[in-house]
């Protein structure tokens, strides 16, 4: 028996904090994981409100690292003792987007997360996983694909984070957006995601880097991260103004998942630059553009799912920046609590008083 947080109907306002949910058994292409960290992601938060689908009752959580306790009779590359990085979207490595070079795309486990349950609750009912993981619990199988080693000397709670928010935000200017060195960037939305955009667009070299937020307690983090200047959506005209003499800046990442928020970073950016965008936005929040505008601006729009990531290629590459000092992951972790405090750490989630809170398991 483990402990699992469980969501039991969209909307609830609480999980099921429970200490008798079991794995279904390690099937011969599968990893069994002891999760030892947990990131308290947005994403999370979308499961519980619905905007992201989910299949009740579900265990919440995707961003997760740990040690390999099993492995299937068919799995290679890992061996139990190893510390892996849980990757939400594993590739298949035979579909036709895995085969043209992009696993973050490719939806044959995630499709399967919908129908094949990976928990069972005390009482014997099935229970799935967020996005086939559902990393608030103790133990999970996942698919042999769908764990990533890591060196044993990065801290689990470092490691939990490049399984979703350092990759989405730093792969986003790195990957997507292929940054170029002196070019001036914004960014909207300054929470974790955006924290890591930020700093992938420092890494790339980037001269400016504006973070746009409504709540100014976030510019100072902003720029302990990299920002050169910051600003609020009803300033950003005035800043625009001063900072690129009015023409826009040549890349501005949407980090917030609200159409509002990518009209808020299309006309922030100059004619021909490029919108990215990386929050994930409800099916029924639509975003339109007039043809005239689509054409004539010259403006190019660039879905961000997971930054573009190949976590394979990737987590070594963002351990590398972290043991540089090139990569600051300590800083963004604003708790690291206990299983019982998650209830309490979604409420935080809710007002957006925090980057990053990270669950340790004993």
């Avoid at 099993?70 to 190893?82: F, H, N």
């Avoid at 990393?135 to 764990?147: F, I, L, N």
Wanted: aromatic letters at 6%.
């Amino acid at each position: 028996m483990a402990r699992a947080a469980v969501l039991h109907a969209v909307g609830d306002e609480a999980l099921d904090l429970r200490d008798d949910v079991t794995t279904v058994d390690t099937g011969p292409d599968q990893v069994k994981v002891k999760i030892k960290a947990t990131g308290v992601c947005h994403s999370d938060l979308s499961t519980l409100t619905g905007v992201l689908p989910s299949m009740p009752p579900t265990v919440v959580g995707h961003e997760g690292a740990g040690v390999v306790a099993e492995v299937g009779d068919r799995v290679t590359g890992v061996q139990p003792g190893d510390h892996v990085v849980i990757n939400w979207t594993p590739d298949c490595g035979t579909c036709a987007e895995c085969l043209r070079g992009e696993p973050y795309l490719c939806m044959t486990f995630i499709a399967r997360s919908f129908s094949e349950p990976n928990f069972r609750l005390g009482d014997g009912v099935p229970a799935f996983g967020m996005a086939g993981t559902g990393t608030w619990a103790e133990e999970v199988v996942v698919p042999g694909r769908g764990v990533v080693k890591v060196a044993e000397d990065v801290p689990f709670e470092y490691a939990a984070l490049l399984g979703c928010g350092i990759p989405t935000g730093v792969g986003a200017a790195i990957n997507t957006a292929k940054v170029r060195p002196g070019s001036k960037v914004a960014v909207v939305g300054a929470g974790g995601v955006g924290l890591s955009v930020i700093q992938g667009a420092r890494i790339a070299g980037a001269s400016t880097i504006l973070a746009i937020d409504p709540n100014e307690a976030k510019h100072p983090v902003a720029k302990q991260f990299g920002a050169t200047h910051t600003a609020t959506p009803d300033d950003l005209d005035q800043t625009k103004g001063l900072l690129t003499g009015g023409a826009g800046f040549d890349y501005t990442f949407e980090v917030v998942g609200k159409a509002a928020a990518i009209t808020t970073a299309w006309n922030a950016t100059r004619r021909g630059g490029d919108v990215i965008v990386v929050g994930a936005g409800a099916a029924d929040d639509d975003w339109t553009l007039n043809a005239f505008s689509l054409l004539f601006d010259g403006k190019s729009l660039k879905a961000s799912l997971y930054g573009g990531c190949d976590l394979k290629r990737d987590i070594p590459l963002f351990v590398d920046l972290w043991r540089a000092g090139k990569l600051d992951i300590d800083s963004l972790i604003s708790r690291r609590i206990r299983f019982e405090d998650l209830n309490d750490a979604v409420a935080a989630l809710r007002s957006g008083d925090v980057i990053r809170q990270v669950v340790l398991f004993d």
